[in-house]
């Protein structure tokens, strides 16, 4: 039998409490349960807007190394022990410090973790760090991969930071990553999906293609009446300070990309491309979203950073109808032709173990609500 909605039970009046334990991903209200448990152990009291819907925005530490390579420490190994063997130099954040463009770093977090054994936990760039083109992962002790943190883990954790386009201007609470914590299996499979699309409308489309989460396509048809399309990179710019919103002009630091007649883009390897997707997303208060790779066969490309989709994302009721996802593309080794409407990611949804208090874009301030094409919010016309 189908599990009744969360949002059905709400309706009710039978909110899930975060102490029922339900399978899924936690909520805003069951993260500040696992702040008070000591769970999650800041080094300094949380910041205004750092608990988001679905996620914890993660802060960068006191103290950061630029590193000779990028590393996972491995079941046996711990990530100071990797720090000590490969670091080149440390470097104070308290009062800032620019991370060069080419160059590895490996930051403290200012949270730890004493997950419960039945806790698990996944990272992400923030959508702002990967608009900057910021390659961000985070790394704990004993890691057989990034941005995976075993339920169960106990200790400190770590922020590899590369900025890739632009150098970048950081310092001690700078937030780039976000994690979310979750108990058991929340994602919700291909013949649930399709429910939920019926119910829903997950993407502006009757027809959506449903193949390990809904596909994503992307839009080179033009968002305006000269033809935009995306933005590509500027190299050799100034820097970008990440706390610092709407700060820098967009022609500074982006070339605008128009349609062709043929309506596709040649990637150019080693370049940062902006582009959108062509459906609008739409991700129930029940629900959470994160955009992966459609099919690595379909193309040596790239087309995201940041993943995580909070619930309310897009949704009519928190301001959002008609959301875009926004695309954050690198070529890999060759020149890559992308054409119009070519299917680049899909979105996979899990379940919430509780409806969040606040939905992104309502009761949570968003610069990505309702977007279209749209640059980190950093930049300005």
Same mark, same amino acid.
């Given at each position: 039998?189908?599990?009744?909605?969360?949002?059905?039970?709400?309706?009710?009046?039978?909110?899930?409490?975060?102490?029922?334990?339900?399978?899924?991903?936690?909520?805003?209200?069951?993260?500040?349960?696992?702040?008070?448990?000591?769970?999650?152990?800041?080094?300094?009291?949380?910041?205004?807007?750092?608990?988001?819907?679905?996620?914890?925005?993660?802060?960068?530490?006191?103290?950061?190394?630029?590193?000779?390579?990028?590393?996972?420490?491995?079941?046996?190994?711990?990530?100071?022990?990797?720090?000590?063997?490969?670091?080149?130099?440390?470097?104070?954040?308290?009062?800032?410090?620019?991370?060069?463009?080419?160059?590895?770093?490996?930051?403290? =977090?200012?949270?730890?973790? +004493? *997950?419960?054994?039945?806790?698990? &936990?996944?990272?992400?760039?923030? !959508?702002?760090?990967? $608009? #900057?083109?910021?390659?961000?992962?985070?790394?704990?002790?004993?890691?057989?991969?990034?941005?995976?943190?075993?339920?169960?883990?106990?200790?400190?954790?770590?922020?590899?930071?590369?900025?890739?386009?632009?150098?970048?201007?950081?310092?001690?609470?700078?937030?780039?990553?976000?994690?979310?914590?979750?108990?058991?299996?929340?994602?919700?499979?291909?013949?649930?999906?399709?429910?939920?699309?019926?119910?829903?409308?997950? =993407?502006?489309?009757?027809? +959506? *293609?449903?193949?390990?989460?809904? &596909?994503?396509?992307?839009?080179? !048809?033009?968002?305006? $009446? #000269?033809?935009?399309?995306?933005?590509?990179?500027?190299?050799?710019?100034?820097?970008?300070?990440?706390?610092?919103?709407?700060?820098?002009?967009?022609?500074?630091?982006?070339?605008?990309?128009?349609?062709?007649?043929?309506?596709?883009?040649?990637?150019?390897?080693?370049?940062?491309?902006?582009?959108?997707?062509?459906?609008?997303?739409?991700?129930?208060?029940?629900?959470?979203?994160?955009?992966?790779?459609?099919?690595?066969?379909?193309?040596?490309?790239?087309?995201?950073?940041?993943?995580?989709?909070?619930?309310?994302?897009?949704?009519?009721?928190?301001?959002?109808?008609?959301?875009?996802?926004?695309?954050?593309?690198?070529?890999?080794?060759?020149?890559?032709?992308?054409?119009?409407?070519?299917?680049?990611?899909?979105?996979?949804?899990?379940?919430?173990?509780?409806?969040?208090?606040?939905?992104?874009?309502?009761?949570?301030?968003?610069?990505?609500?309702?977007?279209?094409?749209?640059?980190?919010?950093?930049?300005?016309?």
């Amino acid at each position: 039998m189908e599990e009744e909605p969360l949002a059905a039970q709400a309706s009710a009046g039978n909110r899930v409490p975060a102490a029922a334990y339900r399978p899924g991903i936690y909520s805003d209200g069951m993260i500040e349960t696992l702040l008070a448990e000591g769970v999650i152990r800041p080094a300094i009291p949380l910041a205004d807007g750092q608990i988001q819907p679905a996620s914890l925005d993660l802060r960068l530490g006191r103290r950061a190394w630029r590193i000779r390579a990028s590393f996972l420490p491995g079941a046996n190994g711990s990530v100071a022990e990797r720090i000590a063997h490969y670091a080149l130099h440390e470097i104070d954040l308290t009062a800032g410090a620019v991370l060069e463009t080419g160059c590895v770093y490996i930051a403290e =977090v200012l949270e730890t973790l +004493a *997950l419960p054994e039945k806790v698990s &936990a996944s990272a992400n760039p923030k !959508s702002s760090t990967g $608009r #900057l083109d910021v390659f961000t992962r985070v790394i704990v002790d004993h890691a057989a991969a990034f941005d995976a943190i075993a339920a169960g883990y106990c200790g400190p954790v770590f922020a590899e930071i590369s900025p890739r386009t632009f150098p970048v201007l950081v310092r001690t609470g700078s937030r780039l990553s976000q994690i979310r914590f979750r108990r058991g299996d929340a994602r919700v499979d291909d013949r649930a999906l399709l429910a939920l699309h019926q119910r829903a409308r997950l =993407v502006d489309q009757d027809a +959506a *293609l449903i193949r390990d989460g809904v &596909a994503l396509s992307v839009d080179l !048809s033009g968002f305006d $009446r #000269l033809g935009l399309v995306g933005y590509r990179g500027k190299r050799h710019t100034g820097l970008v300070d990440v706390d610092r919103p709407g700060a820098y002009r967009k022609a500074d630091f982006w070339e605008p990309i128009h349609l062709s007649e043929r309506r596709e883009l040649i990637l150019d390897p080693n370049e940062f491309y902006i582009l959108a997707s062509k459906e609008a997303v739409h991700v129930p208060p029940d629900h959470a979203a994160e955009m992966v790779p459609f099919d690595a066969g379909v193309g040596e490309f790239r087309v995201h950073y940041a993943g995580f989709f909070d619930p309310g994302f897009g949704h009519a009721e928190a301001g959002g109808a008609g959301a875009r996802g926004v695309l954050e593309v690198r070529s890999r080794d060759v020149p890559f032709i992308l054409e119009d409407g070519q299917v680049v990611g899909r979105l996979i949804y899990e379940r919430m173990a509780e409806l969040p208090r606040a939905l992104y874009g309502r009761e949570k301030a968003s610069n990505y609500q309702a977007q279209g094409l749209k640059l980190s919010k950093h930049f300005i016309d």
